[in-house]
């Protein structure tokens, strides 16, 4: 058993964008989504940023329009996605962080709040067993338009990181975070080893005043 967990946020940490306009534009390519999500994207990543975010009305909204669409069509759009999109905007130097973890013994976790439809596919393809993450409410193979409560998101991602944790038989004192996002906040603060990584201007400001350990992955030569 891990005597240690390194937990990972997902956008901008691991990822060098958001998935969430990663998604909005593949599917506006698809034909399937026009300028009122892009707008309503771009209207919530501001948010996000300003550490504004309703997330319980943002995701309320979000998953509404899957109400009634099989899980298993949304499963293999993502598959899809990830394949032809996501892949290349990981970080490289993500990778080696992930691959310094697993060597030390670390067990390995992504704690975001994004959904397992994009989770699933990045832990697989970065060899992470585990991921702590929003879900959409499924009933008999469908989706009820509804999220899985508690979100895992804010104060209620520190109590994903604690059940985790518990769960491996680690004390969150020995375990490590790396994020970009003020909206983790509590989750640096409850746990042993904050690393601020490519932070926003929020979370650089906060990571200064507190002495934690800030991080800048370079982007790849093609993002630049």
Not at 185 to 214: C, H, M, Q, S
Request: proline content about 4%; glycine content about 6%; aromatic content about 12%.
């Amino acid at each position: 058993m891990a005597g240690r967990i390194a937990f990972f946020d997902v956008d901008y940490t691991l990822l060098t964008t958001n998935s969430m306009m990663l998604f909005i534009n593949y599917m506006r390519r698809a034909g399937e989504y026009g300028l009122k999500e892009i707008v309503f994207g771009l209207f919530y990543l501001i948010q996000y940023k300003l550490n504004l975010l309703d997330i319980e009305k943002a995701t309320e909204k979000a998953s509404k329009p899957y109400k009634g669409m099989r899980e298993e069509r949304l499963i293999e759009l993502c598959n899809r996605w990830f394949e032809e999109v996501v892949r290349d905007y990981i970080y490289p130097d993500a990778i080696g962080l992930i691959d310094q973890h697993r060597k030390a013994g670390d067990e390995l976790c992504l704690l975001t709040a994004i959904t397992n439809y994009l989770a699933e596919p990045l832990a697989n393809y970065l060899k992470i067993e585990n991921y702590c993450c929003n879900r959409m409410e499924v009933e008999n193979g469908v989706f009820t338009g509804r999220m899985v409560k508690p979100l895992c998101y804010g104060k209620a991602k520190l109590d994903y990181a604690k059940e985790f944790a518990e769960q491996k038989g680690v004390n969150l004192a020995d375990c490590t975070y790396y994020t970009d996002s003020i909206t983790d906040l509590a989750v640096l603060e409850g746990i042993g080893y904050p690393v601020a990584t490519n932070p926003d201007p929020l979370l650089r400001r906060e990571a200064l005043k507190r002495g934690w350990r800030i991080i800048d992955l370079k982007k790849p030569l093609s993002q630049k």
